[in-house]
C-alpha cells in the first residue's frame, strides 16, 4: 500500500531498500522501550535520541505572515488580469 521498499527507504532518508527500513523500525522500537529510559544512566543515554527525535517534529506555520498585512481600502477589479 506504501510503495517499494526503494520509494519507503528514499523517503525515510534510508539506504539499503528493505534492510534501511529494518533499521529505522528498530531505531522506533528502542525509542518506544520504556524500559531502557529506568534509572538517570538510561534517561541521561536517550537525550540524544529525543533529540533526533524532535527534529523530525513539524515547524509550525506563521500566522501573522507580512503578506497578510497588505490592506487596499479601495479595490479595483479591473486591474485583475482576467480573460473575457
Known amino acids: 500500500a506504501f510503495g517499494t521498499y526503494e520509494r519507503m527507504s528514499f ?17 522506533i522500537t528502542d525509542l518506544i522501550d520504556a ?4 534509572g538517570f544512566v538510561g534517561k541521561a543515554k536517550a ?3 529525543l533529540a533526533r527525535l524532535a527534529c523530525a517534529l513539524p515547524v509550525p506555520a506563521l500566522l501573522g505572515a507580512p503578506c ?10 479591473n486591474a ?5
Open 80 to 84: 485583475l488580469p482576467v480573460l473575457t
Open 11 to 27: 523517503a525515510l532518508g534510508a539506504a539499503g531498500g528493505k534492510a534501511g527500513l529494518d533499521a529505522i523500525g528498530d531505531e
Open 47 to 49: 537525550v540524544p535520541k
Open 35 to 38: 524500559s531502557s529510559y529506568m
Open 68 to 77: 497578510k498585512e497588505v490592506v487596499d481600502d479601495d479595490p479595483d477589479l
